[in-house]
């Protein structure tokens, strides 16, 4: 299990993460709709996370919710590379009751994030621009390739937690071990 501390003049962050956990969460940002979807992403994952944030949410929340995807993705990188026996790809189509996102990924070791998401403004007091900031700081930081699409629906809250939801099936599809797999490259290294 990787324990990462992040410590700044914004933020203070100490997470540990399991990728191979049963969905354990213990999340206090102070930023409650955050917090729910970290639990969400937690419990579809079905990794372990214990995460603590304190930062200047009387600024705004933009700090925290990037400090918190970097510290998560450097956290699995830790974890889960060199990559070695895991399906390696992953996709998962969530739906929230009207609304529907696909996340498909690749544990690739070449960050890139293409992220389709029509959602602005806010959901109670957090900002929905912090949805991609978040997505961005995880995927570069944990090295991975992650295409989030919208399909339809008009809530807010419904749509992202089907982003954070679908992200998180994804990923524990894609880390499955097997161990007849090798390494899942043709180059032999990922």
Do not use: W
């Amino acid at each position: 299990m990787s324990l990462i501390k992040r410590d700044t003049k914004e933020t203070n962050i100490e997470v540990s993460l399991d990728p191979y956990g049963s969905g354990k969460c213990d999340v206090k940002t102070d930023i409650g709709f955050f917090d729910h979807m970290i639990e969400s992403f937690t419990k579809h994952s079905q990794m372990d996370i214990s995460l603590q944030c304190k930062g200047d949410i009387h600024v705004d929340f933009h700090h925290c919710v990037e400090d918190v995807g970097i510290v998560l993705g450097q956290a699995f990188k830790e974890e889960i590379f060199p990559v070695n026996q895991i399906e390696r790809f992953g996709e998962a189509t969530i739906v929230m009751d009207e609304s529907s996102v696909t996340t498909t990924l690749d544990i690739s070791n070449r960050p890139f994030l293409h992220f389709e998401l029509p959602v602005d403004g806010k959901v109670g007091e957090f900002d929905c621009e912090l949805v991609e900031e978040f997505f961005r700081a995880f995927v570069l930081n944990a090295g991975i390739t992650v295409h989030t699409v919208y399909n339809r629906g008009k809530n807010r809250h419904h749509i992202i937690e089907a982003a954070f939801k679908s992200l998180a099936v994804a990923l524990r599809r894609a880390i499955k071990k097997d161990k007849n797999l090798g390494v899942l490259s043709t180059k032999g290294v990922l």
